[in-house]
């Protein structure tokens, strides 16, 4: 009798989920750019009025899961520059490209204003700063989202870690405060080959922080420590600079934080920054200011601990409503401009653009929330073949610039926005864990449906590579 039972709760378990799964609209597509035929990146994929929804990969496509109760809302796929797209749900044909075509700003209109319009690119970033507690949440609220982790070389994956993460944000924008905001992670499923990364640097530096041992690494023999400790050092390492909480609460998070002391959006912004004003385009119907950001006077650094961080010039582009003066989209380089930064960062990286983010917002009950995040920063490891061993000068340089170096992506879509209070009173982030190394069940059904981001072929490529040394859904 039991085991009867048994069965039949099973076969229910297994008919709820294939109901839950058939109760969605996937849809799935390419964007393409309607003059020159090319697949528009980071387009917005999404529900009108709702925070479902997605952006493009690198070859222009996307896939979401549109619940049922949703399916005669409109969809709106929407870019910088283009005209926007809008379609019921129900109504979207996966079986034909969506092309975008540009939308050209006209400002003809005359626009009635208490005050006066800024004219100049600092004049309307700093107006857009001064109205952040106009724009951005002033009460708390949580949401959901994805998050992909994935570290490589020029050849291939070494590390990828895919998560849900929830992130509660009790923030004002008064007082620059980040001990009100919390992260955790739901649910993970991960795919990692550590077994050739060598990484001495890590290593050391682990030493130093938490044995208050200092060795240099080439005073560290590889044979004498143990993979454990190794592995141990290099998530440690991975955690203090790539960790979410260094993400989310650190100077890169330029808008959450432009209130906290030194932020590189505060006070003294214009010393570190130079914005020029580009062009007016159009974003869903409504003008937005394309805004370049380009040195100043002063160098940028970002203060983290045990990294020399400093010397930087900021590069990028702002883009900033019209009508409010809302931040949308920011694209931020820090390139490596002091003496010492560029000797750095051309040895032990190869490159001089040591950070690359990308933060958009959404609008969501006239206030912007984020949207999606990219972060990519290059990673000190020791691995490869060695110049002095015997190569040809063609092979020293392709296993340099292949092997030996690497660096990190870090991209996170938020895909729903909580604001009941009700539900938010119920919040207990005292036993919450921001780390993404951590070891957690694989649950199928839940990753059945939740919506990711769609990788590019060729990163998917590279991941079906990686899992077959080690399955991405890992059950451990």
């Known amino acids: 009798m039991k085991l009867s039972y048994l069965k039949h709760s099973f076969k229910l378990f297994l008919f709820l989920i294939s109901v839950s799964a058939f109760s969605q609209h996937e849809l799935k597509n390419k964007v393409v750019d309607f003059v020159n035929l090319l697949p528009i990146e980071n387009a917005s994929v999404y529900v009108q009025n709702t925070t479902i929804g997605t952006v493009t990969n690198a070859d222009g496509k996307f896939v979401l899961l549109v619940p049922e109760e949703m399916a005669k809302d409109t969809l709106v796929i929407s870019s910088i520059g283009f005209k926007s797209y809008k379609v019921p749900v129900e109504e979207f044909d996966n079986s034909f490209e969506v092309f975008l075509e540009e939308d050209v700003a006209t400002l003809e209109e005359v626009v009635l204003n208490a005050t006066p319009r800024p004219k100049t690119g600092d004049s309307i970033v700093l107006r857009a700063l001064e109205r952040l507690d106009r724009n951005f949440p002033s009460q708390a609220y949580l949401q959901k989202g994805f998050l992909r982790h994935k570290e490589r070389n020029k050849k291939q994956f070494k590390w990828l870690i895919e998560s849900a993460i929830t992130v509660y944000d009790d923030t004002t924008y008064v007082n620059g405060e980040t001990d009100n905001l919390k992260i955790n992670v739901d649910e993970v499923r991960k795919s990692y080959d550590l077994r050739d990364v060598d990484s001495l640097f890590a290593y050391s530096t682990y030493l130093k922080y938490n044995a208050n041992v200092n060795l240099k690494p080439k005073n560290l023999r590889r044979d004498t420590i143990k993979t454990s400790s190794l592995v141990k050092a290099i998530k440690w390492n991975d955690t203090r600079v790539n960790g979410l909480e ?40 409504r003008k937005i200011y394309k805004i370049q950001i380009d040195k100043s006077r002063e160098y940028v650094g970002l203060d983290t601990e045990g990294i020399f961080n400093e010397g930087y010039n900021a590069k990028g582009w702002i883009y900033i409503y019209w009508d409010n003066f809302a931040i949308k989209k920011i694209e931020y380089d820090l390139v490596a401009a002091s003496p010492a930064q560029k000797t750095r960062s051309k040895r032990l990286f190869d490159t001089q653009t040591n950070h690359k983010l990308v933060i958009s917002y959404m609008e969501y009950q006239d206030k912007m929330y984020p949207n999606y995040i990219y972060y990519e920063t290059p990673k000190l490891v020791n691995v490869g073949l060695k110049n002095d061993q015997n190569l040809t000068e063609e092979e020293q340089e392709r296993y340099n610039k292949e092997e030996r170096f690497y660096y990190t992506v870090q991209e996170i879509l938020f895909t729903e926005i909580i604001l009941d209070e009700e539900k938010l009173s119920q919040v207990n982030t005292s036993n919450w864990d921001p780390d993404i190394f951590a070891k957690k069940p694989y649950h199928k059904s839940f990753w059945d449906n939740y919506n990711t981001l769609l990788e590019s072929e060729e990163d998917e490529q590279l991941i079906k590579d990686l899992t077959k040394r080690s399955s991405l859904y890992n059950k451990n």
């Open 246 to 285: 260094g993400l989310f609460k650190g100077k890169l998070n330029l808008v959450r934080n432009s209130k906290s002391p030194d932020a590189l959006f505060g006070e003294d912004v214009l010393a570190t920054h130079k914005f020029r004003l580009d062009t007016i385009l159009v974003d869903n119907e």
